[in-house]
């Protein structure tokens, strides 16, 4: 019998393949019906019958509504829950971050911040969003004196770009890394406590650090800190931090970051900040997301959520070492975070190549490129990140097991590639027999392990 999250019908059985839903019931209806009749409250004068109008169309399950939309959504989750996710800039979060998301308070509009909203009746989302503020505060160890925050942007991209909006005038300029070098799309600007600070103080800059990937890792206290000496710190919520979808901006409030030369001048970008978010690039918050950040914010302050982060390090060590120990050849020959960066050159095959056997065989890589590529597109390697799958409850010796995965995935897509894979139709691939075996054993692997989130047929 199927376990799924409520409030999912139980998928009929008919309707299931070796347990996964199938394909959509009844292709005619997924783009709507219009000419089906429906019960409209308004037909009615009787308010009994009015009110049994608002519930036919305002109170049935997503099944009942929209059964298309329903089968995908069903297939996506055994998709994650039948392969190996190691997507770096992935996680799984949790049934109570789904339950916050997917709720009532969407439909609520609260343009502006607590306490001074344009639209009335923000009471309660005042009180969410004030809470989830402070407890981002704690989560990072800040002193609400000297930092302030904000949890509207949609995402990462949209929190750097009000940033940029807020401290640069035209002609300004930004300094940071291109996208072959490490940086992101979005600014291509990364920090590590190296020189940055000197020199950002040395020519009276702003000095920020997008900590996207390894916020978890912050938050837990188990890498360098950006807080100490950047004046804005930017972040998804929804990478190592394992929260819902979306952006943050945290910004010093009065003295600027003290530079090694000791200037401490101050700063307080708060307003800017706050009017770059909203108006100027943003509309109103989503609230639902506020709520369940402020869920997974709570998560991040307890004690497991520390042990969590500790074991993705761990497992991310653990991971390397397998592949070292199989004959790879890693950049940086190794991690001391969430994540390592295979360099496949050795092997003759692209990222593109290995990333696309790996889908084939039920395991998510991305391509990445490695020092001395030319292009992000065909680049030399792949990423690998460890927090989706430690999520799920894997140690080191199933990073072990991985390990083996990914390499035997390897020498498949070498020997594709002996024979041209520029050939090799997708068809191909999906039916290459050494892919299917492998295939099998790691779905055998997967479904062994829990799934945060939702259940699904054992
Ligand atoms: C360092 C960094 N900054 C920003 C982003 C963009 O985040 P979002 O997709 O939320 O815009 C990413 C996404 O991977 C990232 O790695």
Known sequence: MARLLAPFAVVASEHLQN???????????????????????????????????????????????????????????????????????????????FEALGSHLTNKYSEGLPGSRYYKGNEHIDQIESLCCSRALAAFHLDPGKWGVNIQPYSCSSANFAVFTACLQPNDR??????????????????????????????????????????????????????????????????????PWGGIVFFRKGLKAPGKSGDTASVNLEKEINFAIHPTLQ??????????LAVSLKQVCSNEYKEYIQQVKKNAQAL???????????VTDGTNNHLLLWDLRLFGITGNLLEEVCEACHITVNKNAVYGDSSS???????????????????????????EFLYRAMQIAANLNKGNSKTQSKNEVLGNGEILELRSKIEEFATAFEMPGFDVPQ
């Open 19 to 97: 347990g996964i839903p199938r394909a959509l019931p009844n292709h005619s209806s997924s783009i709507g019906n219009r000419g089906a009749k429906n019960q409209t409250p308004f037909q009615y004068h009787d308010h009994k019958e009015r009110r049994r109008g608002v519930r036919d169309w305002g109170n049935k399950p997503l099944s009942d509504v929209d059964p298309d939309l329903y089968y995908i959504m069903e297939r996506e989750k055994h998709r994650q829950w039948r392969g190996i996710e190691l997507i770096a800039s992935e996680n799984f979060t949790s049934l109570a971050v």
């Open 174 to 243: 930004i300094m940071g890394l291109d996208v072959l070098s490490g940086g992101h799309l979005s600014h291509g600007y990364q920090t590590q406590g190296g020189e940055e600070d000197l020199l950002a103080d040395k020519i009276h800059a702003f000095l920020m650090c997008d900590m996207a990937h390894i916020s978890g890792l912050i938050a837990a206290q188990e890498c360098d800190c950006p807080f100490d000496y950047c004046d804005v710190v930017t972040s998804t919520t929804h990478k190592s931090l394992r929260g």
């Open 320 to 330: 390397a070492e397998g592949l070292k120990r199989r004959g790879c050849k890693l």
């Open 283 to 292: 509309g109103g918050p989503d609230n639902n997301h506020t709520a369940a």
């Open 377 to 403: 597109w065909q680049p030399g390697g792949v990423r690998i990140g460890t927090p989706t799958m430690t999520s799920r409850g894997c140690n080191e010796g199933d990073f072990d097991t991985i390990a």
